[in-house]
């Protein structure tokens, strides 16, 4: 079978027939809204937990009584656990968007990522600038200043209160930096105290244009702008005390062609490995190209860290050899019983004489949704690494955490029958010296019970600290963080 970017997809492995499948529970929609003042709790929650862990899932997969294409797709719902005196609350509450109250009428009104739109929404488009906005925020969330947000890949992020999870309004920029789409992975820069981040300008000339956003102020400040005859698809880039690098990996579209089209945004680009992959590596300071590199091609989704050693530049990633992965996330397929083949661990080195750039892997693990002790170490070299995992070949879906020391390290997992954790979240233990003193988290479906748990491991041990049990099942999600004043 061939994927849309004519690439054979015989490399994914199915499950034997008949061979019973629990992770498409996780797909299943979830309608209900919940508040819960203590849940129970198994184990001793460290004392200094004091704050609240807010996840963002894809809950609403299900329009007009027919799935909808993709997972990343998904309606939005927030998921909050509130730690704090050794206990526990869970909250969840839909993002209250445009794109939800659509979903609710059976319609999918907006451009999606994957997900085929009503066709008479492009009988009205002229051209891409009077595309109605996605303000379906289901990938991640962030603090600007005292603002609390939801993010997607369209820059319009949504506000929402920490404390009730209501839904507060769209963040406008007024600012004359555009954009079309950007990331929803922003970097947080401690010693200016704003988020950093780039948009794609499509056009007749496009361009990749980076930007700051200091904490509490209404307009972005341009730091670069990139021409680009095609642009890419990235997901998120790379930075380092000096450096912000964008990583085009040769997925791309004509401007023209996305225009044009009358199919989701993702299938409107094409993959063209004999591009290479291209590292565009952006003085931050100056704004000045400093440089663009090429090396293999490749794609991904999430880098991890990157930092500066000597006169080279360091970047890791979750890495595919394609982005065939893309495909084998629609719903149905996860409904279903097509295995994924989560990415690999891998280091690009860039050389200071402008040479080659080298790649290595660093772990045998395949994983993805990797994070580290961000606080720590973002833009430093590091040695810790948390991700989910498939713990062998005959898994179906990501039922294992791992800690992987990096470069070339061991590694340390957890695993439990049956169940399926998500993405690790490092919380700091208050004080901690160490790269790894503190706690990782991780909302983990228990198919058998059919219901979630947080799960709290010793991020150093990585032994079960507690968990907490949750009264229904939460789907398969994104990206969450913790925030320790909104407790």
Not at 240 to 269: G, K, M, N, Q, W
Request: charged share 25%; net charge negative; with cysteine.
């Amino acid at each position: 079978m061939a994927s849309e970017w004519g690439l054979a997809t015989a490399s994914a492995p199915t499950v034997a027939a008949g061979e019973r499948v629990h992770r498409g529970i996780g797909f299943e929609s979830m309608e209900e809204e919940l508040r819960v003042d203590r849940l129970p709790v198994s184990g001793d929650l460290p004392e200094w937990l004091d704050g609240t862990l807010v996840r963002v899932t894809p809950a609403l997969l299900d329009i007009g009584g027919r799935p909808i294409r993709h997972w990343f797709d998904g309606l939005a719902m927030l998921n909050a656990f509130t730690l704090g005196g050794g206990r526990v609350a869970y909250a969840s509450r839909f993002l209250d968007s445009e794109a939800y109250r659509e979903a609710r009428k059976g319609h999918l009104n907006y451009l999606a990522f994957g997900s085929d739109p009503c066709r008479k929404l492009f009988k009205r488009l002229a051209t891409l600038f009077h595309a109605p906005a996605n303000d379906n925020c289901n990938v991640n969330l962030t603090r600007l200043g005292e603002r609390y947000v939801a993010m997607t890949e369209s820059p319009l992020p949504l506000e929402f209160d920490p404390v009730t999870l209501e839904t507060l309004g769209l963040r406008r920029f007024s600012d004359g930096v555009g954009g079309h789409v950007t990331s929803a992975h922003p970097h947080y820069d401690p010693e200016r105290d704003e988020l950093v981040n780039y948009v794609t300008h499509f056009g007749p000339r496009s361009s990749y244009r980076v930007f700051a956003l200091p904490s509490g102020a209404q307009e972005r400040r341009p730091i670069a702008s990139v021409d680009v005859s095609e642009p890419a698809y990235m997901h998120s880039f790379a930075m380092t005390e000096r450096y912000v690098v964008l990583v085009e990996f040769p997925l791309v579209v004509d401007p023209l062609r996305l225009v044009a089209s009358d199919r989701p945004f993702i299938h409107s680009f094409r993959w063209h490995p004999e591009r290479g992959t291209w590292f565009q590596v952006i003085d931050r300071h100056s704004g000045r190209l400093a440089g663009r590199f090429e090396s293999e091609p490749f794609f991904a989704f999430h880098h991890v860290n990157a930092f500066e050693r000597g006169e080279e530049l360091v970047l890791d990633v979750v890495a595919y050899d394609d982005p065939s992965i893309i495909s084998l996330l629609e719903v149905e397929r996860l409904r279903g019983v097509t295995q994924i083949c989560p990415g690999e661990l891998r280091r690009y080195t860039i050389p200071a004489d402008g040479g080659p750039v080298s790649s290595t892997s660093l772990a045998d693990t395949r994983m993805e949704l990797p994070r580290i002790n961000y606080a720590h170490s973002n833009t430093r070299d590091y040695r810790f690494v948390y991700a989910a995992a498939m713990a062998d070949s005959a898994s179906d879906w990501f039922d294992a955490l791992v800690k992987v020391s990096v470069p070339g390290g061991p590694t340390t997992t957890w695993q439990e029958p049956g169940c399926y954790p998500g993405e690790p979240v490092f919380i700091p233990a208050p004080g901690g010296c160490d790269e790894d003193a503190g706690v990782v988290a991780s909302v983990v479906l228990d198919a058998g019970a059919r219901r979630s748990f947080l799960l709290l491991l010793d991020a150093a041990t990585f032994d079960e600290v507690a968990r907490a049990i949750v009264p229904h099942r939460i789907p398969f999600g994104f990206h969450g963080q913790y925030f320790r004043e909104a407790g």
